[in-house]
T-cell receptor, first 111, second 116 residues
């Protein structure tokens, strides 16, 4: 069964303290790996799409990387406004449409 | 703003009542998705349309749930005889179909449903 697992569930960092969020996926043929940011009470906001192992994408303080089994979201020198839940999702060849989400990592950045 | 919009943003209803939610996708997107999200969990896929055709439904979508996209533009999700377990955030997303890899889905702000 296709599955996406994120760790840790929650992460508290001091402002400026860099870290990484993990997304492990087990899907029957990866069609795409997605990262979203979600603020409380709002819909997920798209960040990155990765398609093949070795691919990397960056946006401001965030960098997403992809291997054959995992993806990492690296956050460098975070600021309090980076506090949010970060969701990882995988698209599999078993479905032409749906993407399977992990439960997310709640990131809190203390000033 | 030409993003995905959803209406209403919040809905409180009594158990047993019917509710209907609306989603307006990004105008050039031909694919539309509905998801459900409960507290502390990621969104779960409910159903998907390509233009006006409903092509996939999750087993989570019980007989009390029905979705339509009559003209291939906006979509509605109706829940009949609501139950307390239906309380959740209902998210709509849209995408433009591409050949090859999975296309990016863009989400709306969601409709938060509370069933009393």
């Amino acid at each position: 069964e296709d599955q996406v697992t994120q760790s840790p569930e929650a992460l508290r960092l001091q402002e400026g303290e860099s870290s990484s969020l993990n997304c492990s996926y087990t899907v029957s043929g990866l069609r795409g790996l997605f990262w979203y940011r979600q603020d409380p009470g709002k819909g997920p906001e798209f960040l990155f799409t990765l398609y093949s192992a070795g691919e990397e994408k960056e946006k401001e303080r965030l960098k997403a990387t992809l291997t054959k089994k995992e993806s990492f979201l690296h956050i460098t020198a975070p600021k309090p406004e980076d506090s949010a839940t970060y969701l990882c999702a995988a698209g599999a060849y078993s479905s032409a449409s749906k993407i399977i989400f992990g439960s997310g990592t709640r990131l809190s950045i203390r000033p | 703003d030409t993003g995905v919009s959803q209406d209403p943003r919040h809905k409180i209803t009594k158990r047993g009542q019917n509710v209907t939610f609306r989603c307006d996708p990004i105008s050039e997107h031909n694919r539309l998705y509905w998801y459900r999200q409960t507290l502390g969990q990621g969104p779960e896929f409910l159903t998907y349309f390509q233009n006006e055709a409903q092509l996939e439904k999750s087993r989570l979508l019980s007989d009390r749930f029905s979705a339509e996209r009559p003209k291939g533009s906006f979509s509605t999700l109706e829940i009949q005889r609501t139950e307390q377990g239906d309380s959740a955030m209902y998210l709509c997303a849209s995408s433009a179909s591409t050949s090859g890899g999975a296309e990016t889905q863009y989400f709306g702000p969601g409709t938060r449903l509370l069933v009393l």
